[in-house]
Structure formats: C-alpha cells, structure tokens
C-alpha cells in the first residue's frame, strides 16, 4: 500500500512536470510564429533588387516553418509520455522521473509530415503564397508602369 501511494504522488508530479514541458513547448511554437511573420515582412521591406528580395523572404519563413514542426514534434513526443505515465505510472517505477521523450518519437510523425500538416502547413503555405502574389505584384507594376 505504501508503494502505491508513492507511485501515486509521483506520477502526480510527473505529470505536473510534463505539463510544463507542453507549456512551454506550446508558447515556444506561438513565438516562432509571430517571428516568422515579422522577419518575412521586414524581409520584404529591405531595399534591394526585388528577386533577390523575395528570395530572403523566404529564408525566415522556411527556417521557423522547419523549427516550428520540431516543436511540435517535441511536444508530441511529450503528450505520449503523458500517456504512458499516466496508464504505467501505478503499476511499475520504471522510467521513474524519466523526462526523455525521444522513446516515443517512432509513435509521432516525421518533422518533415508536420511541416506538411493541416495546421502548419496552412498557417506557412499562406504566408508562402502571400510572398508569391507579393512577387507577382512586384512583377506586374515594374512591367506595366
């Protein structure tokens, strides 16, 4: 009996802990997407040549676009250690205060799939494409006028 309530307590700090982890995984990936934004746009405002121009745009966004799925891969991997120490916690002590979540990252998605994923993949391949009809644009006028 007090085995199991020991096991208890630390499967309840355990999760306090990886909650945390999450926490700061999650704010990590909203940060690097208002940096992307900002140093694509900043990127854009630069004077010099345009082609080039729109290629440095680029540079950030496909940068944090890759960083932003390792984030999310990270916290994937963290969400099944939640898992797993939430259904094993009680019944071994195996892993105990183990925090290394690479044991999961055969169960997660690839970083490049994330990339490609619904959430990413709109959120970057809007932006990607505003670069593009940005470039269009750029084309259009110094053609036209």
């Given at each position: 009996m007090e085995n199991k309530e020991n096991l208890k307590e630390y499967m309840l700090k355990e999760i306090e802990i990886i909650q945390d982890i999450i926490k700061r995984i999650a704010f990590n990936s909203f940060m690097i997407k208002g940096w992307a934004i900002t140093?694509?746009?900043?990127?854009?405002?630069?004077?010099?040549?345009?082609?080039?121009?729109?290629?440095?745009?680029?540079?950030?966004?496909?940068?944090?676009?890759?960083?932003?799925?390792?984030?999310?891969?990270?916290?994937?991997?963290?969400?099944?250690?939640?898992?797993?120490?939430?259904?094993?916690?009680?019944?071994?002590?195996?892993?105990?205060?183990?925090?290394?979540?690479?044991r999961f990252k055969d169960k997660v998605q690839s970083i490049l799939r994330i990339m490609f994923s619904i959430t990413l993949g709109w959120f970057y391949g809007s932006i990607a494409v505003l670069i593009i009809i940005y470039a269009l644009l750029l084309l259009i006028t110094k053609g036209g006028g």
């Open positions: 140093l694509v746009v900043v990127s854009l405002l630069l004077k010099g040549t345009e082609k080039y121009q729109i290629l440095i745009a680029f540079i950030p966004l496909l940068v944090f676009w890759f960083l932003d799925a390792y984030f999310l891969c990270q916290e994937r991997m963290y969400r099944k250690l939640y898992e797993w120490v939430i259904n094993n916690r009680l019944k071994t002590e195996e892993y105990l205060f183990d925090m290394n979540a690479y």
